[in-house]
């Protein structure tokens, strides 16, 4: 069951990674968003990347309360450049999409794993 949630958000983070061209940051966004896919690519092929898992949650929880906006006017308007706030929330609410996908990867026991791997 692991492999299959891996699997799918791995595939989900790439096509965010592409939805990302259009960023004023592309770079540092679509690096963010396939680090996360080969995170759970590699966890879907039984790679132990527990310490990994949990350092990069960590770093996407504590970043995105970083960005956070002052004023947050939702994620639905349309870019503005008078509204830098909008841009803000959606990378930091991106980073905790990344962060809640990692739990399980932080929280699965090595001899669940294993056990898994010996299944299959």
């Known amino acids: 069951m692991l492999r299959f949630y891996s699997y ?3 595939a989900l983070f790439v096509l965010f990674a592409l939805l990302q ?3 004023p940051d ?3 966004w679509i690096s963010i968003y396939l680090l996360a896919a080969l995170l759970h690519l590699l966890s ?3 790679r132990n990347l527990q310490v990994f898992a949990r350092l990069s949650l960590f770093l996407c929880v504590v ?3 970083a960005l956070w906006p002052d004023s ?3 994620i639905g308007e ?3 450049v008078d509204a830098p706030e909008i841009e803000l929330a959606r990378e930091s609410l991106g980073l905790f999409v990344i962060a809640l996908s990692l739990i399980p990867l932080s929280i699965v026991p090595k001899s669940l794993r294993e056990s898994s791997k010996e299944q299959s």
Request: proline share 5%; net charge positive.
């Open 8 to 10: 799918c958000f791995s």
């Open 26 to 28: 592309p770079v540092l």
């Open 21 to 23: 061209r259009n960023d």
């Open 63 to 65: 970043v995105g309360i």
């Open 44 to 46: 879907a092929q039984r």
């Open 78 to 80: 349309e870019m503005r």
């Open 72 to 74: 947050y006017k939702g």
